[in-house]
């Protein structure tokens, strides 16, 4: 077992989303500017996500944004990989997801690959709330 897993391990809440545009600048969060959100990763491989937009309401005619998964997760190569089998996006079940890990300071920040619509970046911030 990778000791990346003794680090990413236990219970974690997002405090930021970030979205990079392919010429490097920052644009609106994807998530609003104050998301909400859960972690959850076993010793033994199993996560759990939710991330939400924290704001009480979604603009008229938009529908607030959601986005949760679970499953087995593996580590490969600083890469946070996992086997989905339950999504509120239909097309992740049965899918693998994989996420980069970083660090900046004690929070876990997890970057999906860039988009297939112009490149954009995700970035998404966490600080753990417990140990697993």
Known sequence: MSAIYGDISGAWRLVWTRSI??????GKPPFGPRPLGQLLLT???HVLATICDGRPGAAP??????SSYCGTFRIEDN???????S?????FVGSEQVREIGFEGEMLVLTPPPSDNGGIRLEFGWTRTSDS
């Open 79 to 85: 890469r946070l990989v996992t086997m989905v089998d």
């Open 43 to 45: 010793q033994d491989g």
């Open 21 to 26: 545009g392919a010429d490097g600048l920052t």
């Open 87 to 91: 999504a509120s996006n239909p097309a």
């Open 61 to 66: 005619g938009r529908a607030r944004s959601f």
